[in-house]
């Protein structure tokens, strides 16, 4: 009796070929999204660490700007906030990038506190994002005199 019923279905012009076909697409789609999202994911990642390196550099050279006093026969390094914003704007100048200082500082006169910013623009959705994504990064570096 099966046999009649599959006779009957094909007589009918059901017919179970190409019905993998939405399947197949369905999961190249689901691909190319993790894919996407794979790479954005990456290239986000890539820019906040080229921006901490940044930071990292500029708080460096900005620990570099002290100025050296005498007092009492003793010799000693002191930062001050103009001298390592002036150092940090050399170093972030220096590199092209659409970065910008936020903040060059000094808490205590024996560190360097940099903040930069720039803003993350992601591959294929730019036209979709046209400002970016907003990206910060702190660095702190302590002179080595003192």
Known sequence: MSDGGTRGARAAGVDDDGSTLPLI???????????????????LYLAQKRLDALADAAALAGADGFTVLAIDG???????DAGVSEQATAVVGALAGRASIIAAETPDGVSARVTVAASWRPPLLSPFVPDGVPLESTATSRTALR
């Not at 999961?27 to 954005?40: D, E, K, N, P, Q």
């Open 74 to 80: 003793e010799v000693r390094a002191e930062l001050t």
């Open 25 to 43: 697409l369905g999961y190249v789609l689901l691909a190319l999204v993790v894919i996407f999202v794979c790479v954005c994911a990456t290239d």
